[in-house]
């Protein structure tokens, strides 16, 4: 069965850091750009951020740029989300997903994404 699962959501204050995982089961990443997308109450799904299959391309969401980091491990088979100067509105629930590349480039648009993992739970908030 392919699975992706997150994990390292949690309650964290403004300006701390958190790093989310996405584990994948049933299939290698290796051929699949990572894309991160959030959803938070009363609002419209985000892309966030988004690594290509050999991790030489990524891509961030304006809201995020400088403050979160992308990379991957095909080795472990799981891709990391570094998320620093945690704000409130970046509280969401947080997904992974996979898209399957031909090319090394990957996009933040939710509908290219073939395979979603369950979410995790961020809340910054003091």
């Known amino acids: 069965q392919l699975q992706l699962v997150e994990s390292g959501g949690g309650l964290v204050q403004p300006g701390g850091s958190l790093r989310l995982s996405c584990a994948a089961s049933?299939?290698?990443?290796?051929?699949?750009?990572i894309g991160w997308f959030r959803q938070a109450p009363g609002r419209e799904r985000e892309g966030v951020s988004c690594?290509?299959?050999?991790?030489?391309?990524?891509n961030f969401a304006d809201s995020v740029k400088g403050r979160f980091t992308i990379s991957r491990d095909n080795a472990k088979n799981t891709v990391y989300l570094q998320m620093n100067s945690l704000k409130p509105e970046d509280t969401a629930i947080y997904y992974c997903?996979?898209?399957?590349?031909?090319?090394?480039?990957?996009?933040?648009?939710?509908?290219?994404?073939?395979?979603w993992g369950q979410g995790t739970q961020v809340t910054v908030s003091s």
């Open positions: 690594i290509s299959k050999s991790g030489g391309r990524s």
């Open positions: 997903a996979a898209d399957l590349r031909v090319n090394d480039f990957c996009f933040l648009q939710a509908q290219l994404y073939e395979y």
């Open positions: 049933g299939f290698t990443l290796d051929s699949y750009a």
